[in-house]
């Protein structure tokens, strides 16, 4: 399996609570390298944007409003099989439903405030890390 690269945000209510060095940890103890990182506020366009395939969801408006209730933290983790490999470690969306060990199981607050995103798919990822990032701001 070739190195890949996925995009990861640290949501709301992750930086809220301070967690952003343990779930580093996590991804660097699962072998995922952070190759790109800053802390953001996003705007509501840019949630209603980034979440625009859920824009008839009824969890649509809840949602943009929850990833722009404070800071996020936007990441590049590169490593083998990096989108599915994180998407692993993540757990389920649902941290009732997800495995034990994950970040969602570990740090969740809830289906919606559950700490983290990950691309569910390396077209994702490269659309959603060009949105973020500059090339320039991305060192492997
Ligand atoms: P993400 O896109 O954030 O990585 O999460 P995901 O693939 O596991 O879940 P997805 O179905 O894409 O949903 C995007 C985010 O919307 C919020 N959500 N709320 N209230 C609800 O029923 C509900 N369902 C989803 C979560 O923040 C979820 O991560
Ligand atoms: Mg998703």
Known sequence: MATERTFSILKPDATRRNLTGKINAVFEEKGLRIVAQKRIQMTQEMAETFYGVHKERPFFKDLVSFMTSGPVVVQVLEGEDAVAKNRE????????????????????????????????????????????????????
């Open 89 to 140: 470690i993540m757990g389920a969306t649902n941290p009732a439903n997800a495995a034990e060990g994950t970040i969602r199981k570990l740090f969740a607050e809830s289906i919606e405030a559950n700490s983290v995103h990950g691309s569910d798919s390396p077209e994702n990822a490269a659309t959603e890390i060009a949105y973020f990032f500059a090339g320039h701001e991305i060192v492997g």
